[in-house]
Structures are given as C-alpha cells and as structure tokens.
C-alpha cells in the first residue's frame, strides 16, 4: 500500500470508541488487547534460542539480539515504563489484498495483511449486497504458528489442495497450508527475497513463481520446497522490464507469465555499489515466456497513457475468453485487456464507479463456472461480478469482513510517521 | 490521503517528516532510490513539487528524512550507503548532496535515522556500528566526508537491541529501539539464502521487546535511558516509525498492531 494519510485525530477518537467503547485510556482486555497477545506469543524479555529443524519459528538467519543483563538489572529505576497509549489508531477488522479461487474445490482464499490472517470462503457464499453483516467464512487462519504477517499474494495447487501467502514486508517467508486449515493452523514454510508479493502456480513445471519488488526479479521455487530450499532460476536484469512488480499470473495455457509493474525501479537501495540512481518508469503489464531465465526481454509490454494504468496491482488471465484483467489500484477500477494487447493500447473495457464498490482493489481471480469475478478490496469488502462487466456496473454479491459501514483506516504497515502541527494531523506511510 | 501513480510514492516509504515552517512533506522512496516533497495538506493523485533522484545524488535506500527549517536543508538516512546526507530544503533532480556523513572509526551500517538540532548545530544517526546492535552516533551538523563522532551511545546498558528512527527537541533524544536486528534470510541481492540460512525466521519469534526510549543530546557511551515507554500495556512488542508533538507533549510510533499509537507524556518533553 503507498498511501500517506493525513488523519484528524478525531477519527482516532472514532475508532478507539468502537474498539473500545470509550476514549482516553486503553483499557486492558477485549478483542483488540486479545489480538495483540496472539501476535506476540511471549511480551517479557527472554534470551533467544534458535534450535534448527524444519518449521523452525526461530529460523537460523542470524540470532535476534540479547538483552544484557544490565539493562535489565537497571530497567525499573528508569522513569516511564509499562505506560498505556492515550489513543490507538488501527483497524480491529480485517483487510482484503490478494484473492485466489480453485472452481474445483469451490473455495475462495483472500489473504489480510492487517490482523495477519487468511480467510477462506465458500466460492458460493451467500452474500447479497444489501447484507449488512460479516460474511460467513468457511475457515479463518491466522496466529503465531501460521507464521502469517504482511499477507499479500496468495495462490492455489489444486492438485495437492494447499494454498501459498507471500510475505510483503514483515516476514520473508512463503507459508503453505491445507485447504482444510483454520485458526492457529501451522504452516510449512519457505525462506524467500524481501519484499515478495505476486505468486503464481505451475502443475507442468512443478514451479512456484514469485515476483519480488525490492531485488525487481521473478523467482522460482520447486513445489514443496521448503526452509532454505534455494530458488531453481529467476527472471531479472535491465532487459526485462520489471521494475517493482506487484502481481503476478501464471497462465499455464498458454505458457506465459504476466506481471504487473508500478514503474519504481533502483538497483541502489540492494546493491550499495551501484553507481547509478533510481528511475520512475511508466507502470507496465509485462509478459515472459514461462520458461524464461535470466535477462530475458518480455513476449508483450502494455504500457502507456491510453492503457490508463495508474499502481496496476493484481493481474489475472481468463484463458477461456482471452481476456487479461488488472486492479487498477490508485484509481478504483478493473481494466480489462485483450490477453495479447501489447503496446500502448486502451483496455477493452473499465469496471469501476461508486455503485460497483471497487475501492482500492488489490486482487481480482475468476471462477469460470459461474463466469464471475471476485475483485478484493484493501479494506473490508469483495466485491464478485459478472466476468463480462463493464462500466458503473453494481456487485452480484458483496464479501464482507465488517459490517457495512465500518470505516476502513487503510494502513498498510506504516514503517514512517510524521505530525503535521499546522493542521493536527498524524502522517503515516504505508 | 496521497496516492496514484503520479505522487512517484513507492512501497516501504521508511522516512517522512513535516516541515511547519514551509509547509512541505518530505518522504523517502527506497524502490526508486528517490527524496519527494509535496506541498502541506497535499491530497490525491499529485505529483510531488520536487523529486531528489539520479546518479549525482548517491542516494542507495534511503530510511528516515529530518528537515531542518532553520538552515533549509533535508537530511537523509542511507541504510545501503552506511552514511548520512543532507541536501538543499529546495533541491531538484539530479543532484548532489551538500554534505555526507560516514563514521571515521567504525563505520556505520545499516543506517536507518536521522534527525538534526539546527540550534545546537549536531546531528544525530541511529544506525548499527562495528561494536554494537545498535548505537546513536552523534557528529557536528557540517562534518563532511569520514568523520569522528562526538559522542556515541552504545552499549549492553542502553538497553538497545536494534534501532529503527530518532527524533529530537529541547535537548533530548527520542529513539524507536526495535529489540531486532533484522537480518535477512536471503543475501541483499535477492539471489540466494545467507550461508548459514536454515530457513525464514518468524514474525512470532520471541525477541526482546520494542520500546521508546529517551537520552539527553550531551549523554555519551553505555548510559542506560533517561526515560523510557517500555512493556506489554504499551501496546510495543514491534516498533518502527517515530514521530514527536512537543506542544502537546505527544509521542507517536507503529506498534505491534497495523496502526498508530499515541503516548501522551508531556514530563518527557
């Protein structure tokens, strides 16, 4: 997410009140107190161990930092200490980002990077838009040994009935769960690059593909590799295109993999000898072949002012129609392109407006059975529509995480805070 | 709220300050190697007034931004580069800083905040040094190239464990200790696992908790903190950014949960 909001500190009030019923002091106890010790599953200062073994919580990528004893000897005569915050400003409910659907099994997966958590639901839910309350899940994973945390992309094996959730930020890490899992449900894990977000699935290859932003690559993974399994190949260099690749499609049918990129490019912030500077380059669709290695130049770039693109976050191919769809994130909307546009070219159709409640969307995945659309929102709601949807068109059925109504504080991690003292607003950056 | 394509925003933005005197918002870019600056109260999809990006400005991955009004500049952290910079407040395009800052001695690395005393004239860097996790390194605002530093608080009795962003006002230093020294599973490149990689480390691993803690500007060495906002009501196990409201005696820092909190101790100010 890359927003910065300047927020009144009036709607910090607000949503203390419904967290917390009451302002002032954060009172101990109820669900948001509840949530944060099941994130953290020890708060008093322990000295770190780091067993090896597979599933390891405690990896072996360096050993976290000791407390010294004489910190800790000295501690309680140190003024200040255990004091409560005066406001909290977070969202007690989930948010969407990726969506993932098997037609097969019927199930519908949509990662939450606020509360750390995937929800899976049944691809034929009940959930009529003027329904006002939470959406019946069929299975809500999340805890400390599911190891999730920035959960973004998120992809299905329909053959092995497991599905995959890239880390984007806080963890490097690709867990893997069972269709059946829920609750504190333990993950298999894979160490990953920084900053991956997009994944898509190969049965042919037998591959798992990763688009990571931070080292602007492609990576590939064995299905089932796991720990410290290194990657079989990667797509990355000059020639290739990428530059900060979001989603990321793996369109087995017709042997491509398709990306797409928000334009940010720097070699600089992972290699410190770099001698050159950091680019903005125009946002992008790129298509590779999907046995591409190395520096290889894309089959199909969709780039330029008539494409509309504007933060293309999620990307999805509809091989039954042809049909590639992108979340046009910063501006609401779904575009849909020919699967072999190329080149800077308008989309063959926009679905986005106030009565559609696309706001922000950060997947989209397609269910050919019922011909239908499931486009997640970074926020409280999906959105399913008709696949050949087009303009201000209003959702079939409305996914809810919250009940209608609930506001939505769109944070997306923020590793960055200012205070704007002219105006009284907190800045944050996601 | 400001975001779209034309902002040139990027994921991860790790620094942001607030200048009141110009009214201008400075952010830091690491996936374009990029310094924007907007105009106050900004909201949108609008370009940035000014962009710092390009070969001359050495700008790798750059964390915390401090604007200092007084003498018109921006100061920058480099965590790839292990340096501090500081550029012209109006600065534009492709070029260079005025000043940067690398430790003499020790070096730095992993360069994660800045934050400048424009009365007192000294700088101060949150970064890891040769010698600790974590250490805030503190040098006269117009050092320039290697330079010794004029104090350093470091050591088991700081209580630092990992350092994420610094603030300072009215004498006193106000740190985010993380109780992590992040390090990665994977080489910076992406490329493969580190050598002794037996796979990630949970998000959920027990770890020393994250606390805010506060110095005055003149400490040096092992001092433990003046004050500090550390436990498990503070809603701190994970800490990153950090900002200050000296008028309202207000402090503000992402914890473990997905959002703000705010500390109301106006006695610390």
Redesign the interface.
């Known amino acids: 997410?890359?927003?910065?909001?300047?927020r009144q500190t009036k709607i910090?009030s607000l949503l203390v009140a419904v967290a917390f019923g009451g302002a002032g002091l954060?009172l101990?106890g109820g669900p948001?107190q509840a949530?944060?010790l099941a994130?953290?599953?020890?708060?008093?200062?322990?000295a770190?161990a780091a067993p090896?073994?597979?599933?390891?919580?405690?990896?072996?990528?360096?050993s976290?930092?000791?407390?010294?004893?004489?910190?800790l000897k000295?501690?309680n005569?140190?003024?200040?200490?255990?004091?409560?915050?005066?406001?909290?400003?977070?969202?007690p409910y989930p948010s969407f980002n990726g969506v993932a659907i098997d037609p097969k099994a019927r199930l519908a997966i949509l990662t939450d990077?606020?509360?750390?958590s995937a929800m899976i639901y049944d691809l034929d839910v009940a959930a009529a838009p003027q329904a006002k309350g939470i959406t019946p899940r069929k299975a809500w994973v999340r805890g400390?040994a599911t190891?999730l945390?920035f959960a973004t992309g998120v992809a299905l094996d329909p053959v092995r009935q497991r599905f995959y959730v890239t880390e984007?930020?806080?963890?490097?890490?690709l867990a893997n769960f069972p269709y059946t899992a829920n609750g504190d449900y333990k993950a298999h894990?894979?160490?990953?690059?920084?900053?991956t977000y997009g994944i898509g699935i190969s049965q042919r290859y037998g591959q798992i593909a990763l688009a990571?932003?931070?080292?602007i690559?492609i990576?590939f993974f064995k299905i089932g590799a796991?720990?410290?399994d290194?990657?079989l190949r990667?797509i990355r260099g000059p020639h290739t295109g990428l530059a900060?690749p979001h989603g990321l499609f793996w369109d087995e049918k017709n042997g491509e993999i398709v990306v797409a990129n928000?334009?940010?490019?720097?070699q600089?912030?992972?290699?410190?000898d770099?001698?050159?500077?950091?680019?903005?380059y125009p946002?992008s669709i790129t298509v590779y072949k999907d046995d591409g290695k190395g520096d290889v130049a894309p089959l199909r770039v969709i780039e330029g002012s008539k494409t509309r693109?504007?933060?293309p976050t999620g990307v999805m191919v509809d091989t039954n129609h042809n049909e590639l769809f992108v979340t046009n994130q910063?501006?609401n909307q779904i575009l849909v392109f020919a699967r072999t546009a190329s080149g800077n070219v308008a989309p063959l159709r926009v679905l986005g407006g106030p009565r559609t409640l696309i706001s922000h969307p950060m997947g989209v995945a397609y269910d050919p059975v019922r011909d239908q659309i499931w486009v997640a929102n970074y926020g409280h709601t999906a959105e399913v529509f008709a696949r050949a949807a087009g303009g201000d068109a209003a959702p079939l059925r409305v996914i809810r995480n919250a009940p209608a109504g609930t506001p939505e504080?769109?944070?997306?991690?923020?590793?960055?805070?200012?205070?704007?003292?002219?105006?009284d607003q907190?800045?944050?950056?996601? | 709220m400001i975001e779209g394509q034309h902002t040139k925003l990027t994921r991860v933005a790790h620094g942001i300050d607030y200048d009141p005197v110009h009214d201008l918002i400075v952010a830091s870019e690491p996936l374009a190697s990029s310094i924007v600056t907007y105009r106050g109260g900004s909201n949108g999809d609008v370009p940035p007034v000014r962009v710092i990006q390009g070969t001359r400005t050495k700008i790798h991955s750059p964390w915390q931004v401090a604007v200092d009004s007084a003498h018109n500049e921006i100061w920058y952290a480099d965590f790839g580069g292990g340096y501090v910079a500081a550029f012209p407040l109006m600065a534009n395009g492709d070029v260079a800083p005025l000043r940067t800052i690398r430790d003499h001695e020790d070096g730095m690395r992993g360069v994660s905040g800045v934050a400048v005393d424009p009365e007192r004239n000294l700088v101060f860097v949150a970064a890891r040094s040769a010698h600790a996790p974590g250490a805030i390194l503190v040098f006269d605002r117009l050092a320039d190239g290697e330079s010794s530093p004029r104090a350093i608080i470091a050591g088991p009795t700081t209580g630092i464990t990992g350092l994420w962003h610094v603030q300072v006002h009215g004498g006193k230093i106000f740190a985010s200790i993380t109780g992590n020294d992040y390090r990665p599973p994977y080489d910076s490149g992406g490329y493969a696992p580190v050598a002794d990689c037996k796979g990630p480390i949970s998000e959920y691993a027990p770890r020393p908790l994250g606390f805010i803690a506060i110095w005055n500007e003149n400490d040096h060495g092992d001092v433990p903190p003046r004050a500090i906002i550390r436990g498990p009501s503070t809603g701190i196990t994970t800490i990153t950014g950090l900002a200050i409201d000296p008028i309202h005696g207000e402090v503000f820092t992402r914890g473990t949960l997905n959002g703000v909190l705010a500390f109301l101790i106006p006695n610390f100010f």
């Open positions: 997410m890359r927003k910065i909001a300047g910090a954060w101990p948001l949530a944060l994130v953290r599953g020890v708060l008093a200062p322990v770190y090896a073994g597979s599933n390891d919580p405690h990896g072996s990528a360096g976290p930092p000791q407390e010294s004893p004489q910190f000295i501690l005569t140190i003024p200040g200490g255990d004091v409560q915050p005066c406001s909290v400003l977070a969202d990077p606020n509360l750390r400390p190891w945390s984007n930020d806080w963890g490097d890490d894990v894979l160490a990953i690059p920084h900053g990571i932003e931070h080292s690559q990576a796991q720990n410290a290194p990657p990667s900060d928000y334009g940010n490019w720097s600089g912030q992972w290699d410190r770099y001698p050159g500077g950091g680019h903005y946002p693109l504007n933060w910063a501006a504080a769109g944070f997306g991690g923020p590793s960055a805070i200012a205070y704007d003292s002219r105006r907190i800045l944050a950056t996601n």
